[in-house]
């Protein structure tokens, strides 16, 4: 159920998952499960929200770690960046559309509405030493240099 979505011009996909809403006339549900319709098994999950206007976030990668980001309410942007390609205003806008962010991959997140609850579930439990935070230092592992 990944799609994997090609830009124009780019080499780098942008990774979908589409979740299939269950309900009826009166309610919409959508159910995670993990391995099922989430390619990994889920050790958290965290979600942000009361995010101030004009607030950039993320400005890092991860080693290791998966995520799949949905926005659950309201509306925000993301950038990807693999070391080698960008792809910029990612909208995530529906509770029925996740983003698949893998390892290794850069992200910032912005254009927050105001009423926006980013929820994400990550293959891993939180571990700062897991995050890349300087984008060079990133490059240079992408490109397999190392210091
Ligand atoms: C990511 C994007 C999409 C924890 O204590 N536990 C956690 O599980 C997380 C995610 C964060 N924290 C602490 C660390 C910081 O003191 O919460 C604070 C805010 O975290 P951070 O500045 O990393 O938040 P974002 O929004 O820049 O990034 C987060 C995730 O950290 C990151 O993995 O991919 O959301």
Known sequence: CIIQKLIQGKKMKIKFINFEIKGDERVSLIAIEELKNIPFEIKRVYY????????????HAHKNLKQV?????GSCKFLLDNGKERIDEIVLNKPNKGL???EMIWREMYDFSEDCVLLVL????????????D??????????VKK
């Open 122 to 133: 990550a293959s891993e439990f939180y571990d700062e030493s897991d995050y890349i935070r």
């Open 48 to 59: 942000i929200f009361n995010t101030k206007p004009n607030v950039r976030r993320g400005f």
């Open 69 to 73: 980001a949905i926005c659950v309410k």
């Open 135 to 144: 984008y060079e230092e990133f490059v240079r592992m992408v490109e397999g």
């Open 100 to 102: 698949l962010i893998e």
